[in-house]
């Protein structure tokens, strides 16, 4: 488990900022994700990549963005954050996105004020 | 898109009895379907999981059936201990849109009673 990693653990920023999290995996898994979780809702995705250079859209993607230069990194950027984007955000990978399973970082807690 | 629907939402058994957590989903195209623990402050980690071709799957106290007819799938735990006590998650994956990425249900509390 100690092969995904996210930094910070802990965020805490102001309404229009931007604020980057970080993942990073040792895995070489082809396929990483990001979710987000809140009460009531459970995990969303985000966005999620297939490859390096590879990345799509999952169910709430708006005001978030992704890249993926390196197969080990995916960053999530919030370019301007919002209160209502204060969550947990999960980094997640897998060897494929097929039915191999997803394995979780420890998550990072972002406050917006 | 896919909906995954968890029932119940708390879930409150005694130790040493069964716990039983449903779910189902809605595209009948989804073909993966893990389920995840998540301990207060913790990340979600995957305790079992089963594709489409299986009906049932056991791994010691913990088993998962899928009924890919009716679109749901279960979770049993036996002989629960305290420390089975934590939030449960379904999920699933479909093969529409494009997304690779899993719908979780809404998850269940599961308390362990001594």
């Known amino acids: 488990d100690a092969g995904i990693t996210q930094s910070p653990r802990y965020k805490i920023t102001e309404t229009g900022r931007q604020v980057t999290l970080m993942c990073h995996q040792t895995?070489?898994?082809?396929?990483m994700f990001w979710y987000r979780q809140d009460l009531g809702h459970g995990l969303r995705l985000i966005y999620y990549s297939a490859a390096a250079d590879i990345t799509d859209k999952g169910e709430v993607p708006d005001g978030y963005v992704v890249s993926r230069s390196k197969t080990e990194n995916f960053p999530l950027t919030l370019e301007s954050a919002t209160r209502s984007q204060t969550s947990v955000y999960f980094c997640?990978?897998?060897?494929?996105?097929?039915?191999?399973?997803?394995?979780f970082g420890d998550g990072t807690r972002l406050s917006i004020l | 898109g896919e909906n995954v629907e968890q029932h119940p939402s708390t879930l409150s058994v005694q130790e040493g009895d069964s716990a039983v957590i449903k779910c189902t989903y809605s595209d009948s195209a989804s073909n993966y379907f893990p389920w995840y623990k998540q301990e207060l402050g913790k990340r979600p980690q995957l305790i079992i999981d089963?594709?489409?071709?299986?009906g049932e799957k056991k791994d010691q106290r913990i088993a998962v059936t899928l009924n890919k007819t009716a679109k749901h799938f279960s979770l049993h735990i036996t002989e629960t201990q305290p420390e089975d006590s934590a939030v449960y998650f379904c999920?699933?994956?479909?093969?529409?849109?494009?997304?690779?990425?899993?719908?979780f249900g809404k998850g269940t509390h599961l308390i362990i009673q001594p």
């Open positions: 089963i594709r489409s071709n299986v």
């Open positions: 997640a990978s897998s060897e494929s996105g097929r039915d191999q399973p997803q394995h």
């Open positions: 895995w070489s898994h082809s396929y």
């Open positions: 999920a699933a994956r479909g093969q529409g849109g494009g997304a690779d990425g899993l719908t």
